[in-house]
C-alpha cells in the first residue's frame, strides 16, 4: 500500500468517525454549519451521507473541533487504521 493509499484509509477513518461522533451527539448540521462556516452541503456529503461522497479536509475537522470543544486526536484511532490498511494489503 503506497502513501497515498494509506492517508486515504486514515482520512476515511477520520471522517467515517466525526460522522458517527456527530449522529450520536445529535449535532445539529445547519447549526454546525454556520459556526464552522463550512457549507452545509460540504458537512453533509463529508459527514452525514454514509455514501461518504467528500472526505472532511483537515481545516474542516479542526473547525468542528474548536466550535464542540473536542480534541482532534479523539478521532484518530491508530489500531483501526492499522486493522483497515491490513485490509486493503492482505
Keep these: 500500500m503506497e502513501g497515498d493509499e494509506i492517508n486515504k484509509v486514515i482520512v476515511n477513518n477520520i471522517t467515517r468517525k466525526v460522522g ?9 448540521l445547519s447549526e454546525l454549519s454556520r459556526k464552522t462556516g463550512i457549507p452545509y452541503r460540504m458537512l453533509y456529503a463529508s459527514v452525514w451521507n454514509r455514501k461518504r461522497t467528500r472526505e472532511l479536509r483537515a481545516n474542516e475537522l479542526m473547525s468542528i473541533c474548536v466550535v464542540l470543544n473536542i480534541n482532534p486526536m479523539d478521532f484518530v484511532d ?13
Aim: aromatic fraction near 10%.
Design 20 to 28: 458517527d461522533f456527530l449522529t450520536e451527539s445529535r449535532t445539529n
Design 78 to 90: 491508530k489500531k483501526d487504521d492499522k486493522e483497515e490498511m491490513q485490509k486493503w494489503t492482505g
